[in-house]
Nanobody, 127 residues
Framework: EVQLVESGGGLVHTGGSLRLSCAAS????????IEWFRQAPGKEREGVAC????????YYSDSVKGRFTISSDNAKNTVDLQMNALKAEDTAVYYC??????????WGWGEKEYEYWGQGTQVTVSS
């Protein structure tokens, strides 16, 4: 059984940093992608950053490019999201999700490729 557990959320001031971690267990696929999504109040969930387990290629939304960095440690089965220069509009619940069978990332394909989801962690950026 695949389980994803996010941690690291919290309250931070504008311009501050947070590091989110997604601990994965039960991943038996040869290839998969892990993506961080977020959902702000009253808005649709959106993809933020994705990393491939195969070649470690990464993808970022325009809104976070240059500020967020996704990284993975396959030995520990964790995927981190380092978030710098945080803005009020980054406030959201952040989720990690796994898309099995992908050698890259299903970037731009939306959520339908992601079969497993964590419970989410709240990030609040105050001005």
């Amino acid at each position: 059984e695949v389980q994803l557990v996010e941690s690291g959320g919290g309250l931070v001031h504008t311009g501050g940093s947070l590091r989110l971690s997604c601990a994965a267990s039960g991943l038996t696929f040869d290839d998969y992608a892990i993506e961080w999504f977020r959902q702000a109040p009253g808005k649709e969930r959106e993809g933020v950053a994705c990393i491939s387990s195969t070649d470690f290629s990464t993808y970022y939304s325009d809104s976070v490019k240059g500020r967020f960095t996704i990284s993975s440690d396959n030995a520990k089965n964790t995927v981190d999201l380092q978030m710098n220069a945080l803005k009020a509009e980054d406030t959201a619940v952040y989720y990690c999700a796994v898309a099995p069978g992908w050698t890259g990332c299903p970037w731009g394909w939306g959520e339908k490729e992601y079969e497993y989801w964590g419970q989410g962690t709240q990030v609040t950026v105050s001005s």
